[in-house]
C-alpha cells in the first residue's frame, strides 16, 4: 500500500540539512498536541513518520498497538535497544502517522531515513521527515516562477541578508513558497535574490477526510475507509438519490465544510495564540499594579482615625502606631505556572502571613461593630420620625361652632355699659402658645442633626478602614509574589509587645515578625 505525504506537512523536515544546529533543535519541547496531557518532558528531537496503513491495521490489537508501533521503528532504523531508551514513540491514529522524539542526533538520523516497515510478512511504505521545532514560525510568499528548483530557491532566499530563514519549500506546483524562520516572528518582507518581496504569516488550513467526514486528516490515511458519509451534509451511507443541503461543520454555513468561502477553515496559529495569552496576562499584571498603586496609603500598620461617640453607640480607642512596614517588591511577580497550580509561595522578609492575618482580623471586628452601630442609628431615626408625625396635629383653619361658644363664655368679662351708647365691641382674648409643642419640635430637631452628624462621622470611619484593608490585601499579594521567585530565608521572629487603651481598660498585643530595625 504505497502512500503519499502531504507537503505541506513534510517540507521543513525533509529539505533540512544534516548541517542543521543541534543546540537550535535541543530548543523543542512536546509535541502541541501533548502539552495538555503530559506528565514528563518529551526528548527535543522529534522525527515524524507517515505510516500509510500499519497503524490502521493495529488499531484493534489493544494494548500492545503502542509496543508493537515502537518495536517495528526500532527494528526498521536498525537501533538497539540500549540506543532508543530515552525515545518516545506516540502513535497517532486519527492522523495515521506517529511522532517518535528523540534527544539523540544520531538516532534522529536514522529515523529520517526508515522508507518501509515490515508487519509480519507484510511491508508498508512510510515516509519519514523531521518536523519543525516548537521555536520557529512560518511565513509565505507569492508570486515566485514556478520553473524555479528547489536548491536555486533555498539559495535564493537562504543567506545572511535573511537571517532568520532556515528552510523554503514551494507548495505543490503553485508560485507560493513557505519559509521556515527562526523564533516567533515572522518579518514583513523577505529578500528573494534582489528583489524585497512581502511575506505574511503562514495559516494551515484545516484537514477535512472526503472518506468518513471526519476533521484532523486527510482522505488519504483515513483510518475508517469503508465508512462512507455525504460529504454535503454528513448522513452515513446516504443512497444514490440522496438530495440534502450541504452544511459546514466549521461555522455552520450552507457550503461545503472548509470551502474556500469558508472564513473558519484556516486555523489560528500558534504564535497567535501565544501573543494573544501574553497580552492578556500582561494586562491582568498591570491591572493589579496600578489598582495598588492607587492606594495612598504607605503606613499600613498606622493609626485608625478615632470615631466620634454615636447615638446608642461606643468610642473605638485610639492605637498607637506600628513600626510594621511593607517589605520592597520590585518587579517580582508570581510565575504564570505556580497561579495555575495553585502552589503557595514562601514569604521572604516583611511580616509574617499570622500578622496579616490578625490585622485584617481585627478591622473586620471593627468594621462589623460600626456597622451595627449604623443599624442602631438609623432604627432610632425612625423611630424619631415615626413619633413625631403621630404627636404633630394635623392643621386645621375651622373651629367648631359649640367647642367656639364653649370658648367665648369661658373667656367672657363683663363690662359696664351706658344707656343709650352702643357698647364697645369686645376683644377676644389671645391663646397661650403652646410652649410645650414648640420645645419638642426643637429638641428632635436638635437630635435628627446629631445623628446626621454621627452617621456622617461612621461612614467615613468605614470608608478608611475600607481601604486600609484592601491595602493590606495588596500588600499580602505582593508578598506572595516577590517570594515566589526567590528562596525562603530563615527570618528571626520578634516579639513586639503594644499596649492599647480601650476606655479604661489596658490591653496588650503581641505581634510576631521580623525585626526591621524598629524598635520592640
Excluded at 105 to 119: H, M, Q, V
Excluded at 384 to 396: A, G, M, N, T, Y
Aim: aromatic share 4%.
Amino acid at each position: 500500500m504505497q502512500g503519499q505525504i502531504d507537503i505541506k506537512d513534510a517540507w521543513e523536515t525533509l529539505r533540512i540539512p544534516l548541517s542543521f544546529p543541534v543546540q537550535r533543535a535541543l530548543k523543542q519541547q512536546a509535541p502541541v498536541w501533548f502539552r495538555g496531557t503530559q506528565q514528563f518532558q518529551m526528548p527535543s528531537l522529534k522525527r515524524a513518520l507517515g505510516l500509510h496503513g500499519p497503524v490502521s491495521r493495529i488499531k484493534n490489537v489493544g494494548g500492545r498497538s503502542q509496543n508493537m508501533c515502537s518495536t517495528w521503528c526500532t527494528v526498521a532504523a536498525a537501533l538497539s535497544e540500549e540506543e532508543v531508551t530515552e525515545d518516545v514513540v506516540c502513535p497517532n491514529m486519527m492522523q495515521n502517522i506517529a511522532v517518535i522524539s528523540t534527544p539523540v542526533e544520531r538516532n534522529a538520523r536514522a529515523y529520517s531515513k526508515i522508507t518501509a516497515i515490515t508487519l509480519g510478512t507484510a511491508s508498508f511504505d512510510v515516509s519519514a521527515y523531521r518536523a519543525a521545532p516548537d521555536d520557529t514560525c512560518k511565513g509565505i510568499i507569492r508570486g515566485v516562477d514556478a520553473d524555479i528548483g528547489q536548491e536555486q530557491l533555498y539559495l535564493l532566499i537562504v543567506h545572511p541578508r535573511n537571517q532568520t530563514a532556515l528552510q523554503v519549500i514551494r507548495i505543490k506546483n503553485s508560485t507560493t513558497v513557505i519559509i521556515l524562520f527562526d523564533g516567533l516572528k515572522v518579518p514583513n518582507y523577505v529578500i528573494c535574490g534582489n528583489s524585497l518581496v512581502r511575506c505574511t504569516l503562514y495559516r494551515r488550513q484545516t484537514d477535512v477526510c472526503y472518506a468518513c467526514g471526519k476533521l484532523g486528516h486527510r482522505a488519504d490515511v483515513c483510518p475508517h475507509p469503508e465508512e462512507a458519509v455525504c460529504r454535503r451534509c454528513g448522513m452515513s451511507s446516504p443512497s444514490e438519490d440522496h438530495v440534502c443541503t450541504p452544511e459546514c461543520k466549521l461555522c455552520g454555513g450552507p457550503h461545503l465544510t472548509a470551502d474556500k468561502t469558508c472564513k473558519h477553515r484556516f486555523q489560528l496559529p500558534y504564535i497567535v495564540r501565544r501573543r494573544r495569552r501574553e497580552r492578556r496576562m500582561q494586562y491582568t499584571m498591570e491591572f493589579a499594579e496600578q489598582d495598588a498603586d492607587d492606594m495612598n496609603f504607605t503606613d499600613v500598620g498606622g493609626d485608625f482615625s478615632s470615631l466620634p461617640v454615636a447615638a446608642g453607640g461606643r468610642a473605638t480607642a485610639e492605637r498607637p502606631s506600628s513600626s510594621w512596614r511593607p517589605p520592597d517588591q520590585g518587579n517580582q511577580h508570581q510565575t504564570w505556572a505556580s497561579k495555575i497550580k495553585g502552589s503557595q509561595p514562601q514569604v521572604k522578609g516583611g511580616t509574617n502571613p499570622e500578622q496579616h492575618s490578625d490585622i485584617y482580623a481585627q478591622m473586620q471586628r471593627e468594621n462589623s461593630n460600626l456597622r451595627a452601630i449604623v443599624e442602631q442609628l438609623k432604627a432610632e431615626i425612625a423611630d424619631l420620625r415615626k413619633s413625631q408625625h403621630v404627636s404633630s396635629p394635623s392643621p386645621s383653619n375651622t373651629v367648631p361652632c359649640t367647642e367656639a361658644a364653649s370658648d367665648a363664655n369661658h373667656d367672657e368679662v363683663p363690662m359696664d355699659v351706658q344707656p343709650g351708647a352702643k357698647p364697645t365691641k369686645r376683644r377676644a382674648l389671645e391663646q397661650p402658645a403652646n410652649n410645650e409643642d414648640r420645645d419638642f419640635k426643637t429638641q428632635v430637631k436638635d437630635t435628627l442633626n446629631d445623628i446626621k452628624n454621627a452617621l456622617r462621622a461612621v461612614v467615613e470611619s468605614i470608608a478608611v478602614l475600607d481601604s486600609r484593608v484592601t491595602k493590606i490585601e495588596a500588600d499580602q499579594v505582593k508578598a506572595l509574589q516577590s517570594a515566589a521567585a526567590t528562596p525562603a530565608q530563615v527570618i528571626p521572629k520578634v516579639r513586639i509587645v503594644q499596649k492599647v487603651a480601650t476606655g479604661s481598660v489596658s490591653q496588650e498585643r503581641a505581634f510576631e515578625g521580623p525585626n526591621n530595625g524598629g524598635t520592640p
